[in-house]
């Protein structure tokens, strides 16, 4: 695969090194602002339309911001750079923040779930920060560097839930509408956010890559990099795929642990819960990341089904315990740690770079879009089989990429995965 050529003058090494620290940073800080939205979203929506069928409208409210924001950020990116598409998100996600203030304090379910897709658009500009880190990446190094960015989510995560109950406190005190307290902090980090993109990330990485492609093209031409296009349809479903199983089990648990933890203790059970089911989602990536570039992307994505498929039967098993409850919830973000950051690195890999950014938005719309279906399936799942069945029925997907993967293979073969 040919790398891009840097002219002279242009310290590739130096620009990359620096462009993977900022986008860390920004992880970090929207890593905080979201945590509250994932530990919250599902409590706010049960708590203001009175009915916990309902609670699953929130996180897919959340996936459906980001389904239908996702390929216009993308398609921004490609003509004006990262930078614009990240502030932009930034810019979504604050104006949610106060959407949902709003709601809770006028008791407005739908505008709830407005204010929470605003901050699922903010979510997309974060989730292309990962594509980001590899746009000045030689192919060597892409899992990792895509992985350190993914990782870096790992502070803000799991800072983010272990701020409800101090959120909460801050926000009686001042008297904003119960459960709210923590957006607060979300507020702040993603203004932070928006400032570190906006001053910080220059040169933008995409446009200083698609730079000098297009000199290095003209003046020593070589072979393009070539499209692959049923090796990136297997990508995107091995991300789409594995988020759905993530997201789905995922939403339902705080509504599940409210019924077998005692009252008085479930916000703190749902803010240790989600914060080591965020590590899990974020931890371990460059682990993953190094395995991704050392074994090649599609083990990797297999990894990432068996360590979905061990939570899900840990789910199932041991659903009316709350350390059972927790263990699965930790695989489960392992699994999808696995699966996207190699699913991510796959796809960029067989995709040629004119057309990155309008396939990395397609593929965030489909993961997002089929997230937030799969989030309101959850609900009523949940309600008609409880969070064992939940957990079982999940296994479909995973059973999907494992199949999927299998034909997959015959097309890693030329140029092949590294």
Do not use: K
């Amino acid at each position: 695969m040919p790398e891009i050529a840097a002219p002279a003058g242009v310290d590739l090494v130096a620009t990359q090194r620096r462009t993977v620290r900022v986008l860390a940073a920004g992880q970090v800080l929207t890593g905080v602002a979201f945590g509250a939205t994932l530990s919250l979203g599902a409590l706010l929506a049960a708590d203001l339309s009175g009915q916990e069928a309902l609670s699953g409208f929130a996180t897919a409210s959340v996936t459906l911001g980001a389904a239908l924001t996702a390929i216009p950020l993308a398609r921004l990116a490609g003509r004006r750079g990262r930078r614009f598409a990240l502030t932009t998100g930034n810019l979504a996600a604050l104006a949610g923040i106060a959407v949902v203030i709003t709601a809770a304090a006028t008791r407005a379910f739908p505008l709830l779930l407005v204010g929470i897709a605003l901050i699922g658009a903010g979510n997309a500009g974060t989730l292309q920060s990962r594509f980001a880190a590899t746009d000045l990446a030689p192919a060597t190094r892409r899992g990792r560097d895509l992985a350190t960015v993914v990782w870096a989510t790992t502070v803000g995560g799991v800072v983010g839930p272990l701020l409800l109950a101090p959120g909460e406190l801050l926000g009686a005190s001042i008297g904003m509408p119960r459960l709210t307290g923590a957006y607060l902090f979300s507020f702040a980090a993603q203004a932070v956010a928006y400032a570190l993109y906006a001053l910080v990330l220059r040169p933008d990485p995409l446009l200083l890559a698609q730079r000098l492609d297009r000199e290095s093209a003209a003046s020593a031409p070589v072979a393009p990099q070539p499209d692959r296009p049923a090796l990136a349809r297997f990508a995107m479903l091995a991300v789409a795929a594995s988020h759905v199983t993530m997201a789905s089990v995922m939403a339902m648990t705080p509504v599940h642990l409210s019924h077998i933890v005692a009252p008085d203790a479930v916000t703190l059970a749902v803010g240790v819960t989600i914060a080591l089911h965020v590590f899990g989602m974020y931890g371990l990536s460059p682990v993953f990341g190094v395995l991704a570039d050392r074994w090649g992307r599609i083990p990797v994505i297999l990894l990432g089904q068996a360590l979905l498929a061990a939570s899900l039967v840990t789910a199932a098993v041991f659903a009316d315990a709350q350390i059972g409850v927790l263990v699965a919830l930790v695989l489960l973000g392992l699994g999808w740690s696995a699966a996207t950051v190699a699913g991510s690195a796959l796809l960029t890999e067989a995709t040629p770079l004119a057309l990155r950014p309008r396939r990395q938005g397609r593929s965030d719309t489909l993961m997002t879009a089929c997230a937030a279906v799969g989030s309101v399936l959850a609900g009523i799942i949940l309600g008609l089989s409880g969070y064992a069945g939940l957990a079982l029925w999940a296994l479909v997907s995973v059973a999907a990429v494992c199949g999927a993967a299998i034909l997959a293979r015959r097309f890693s073969v030329a140029p092949a995965l590294p």
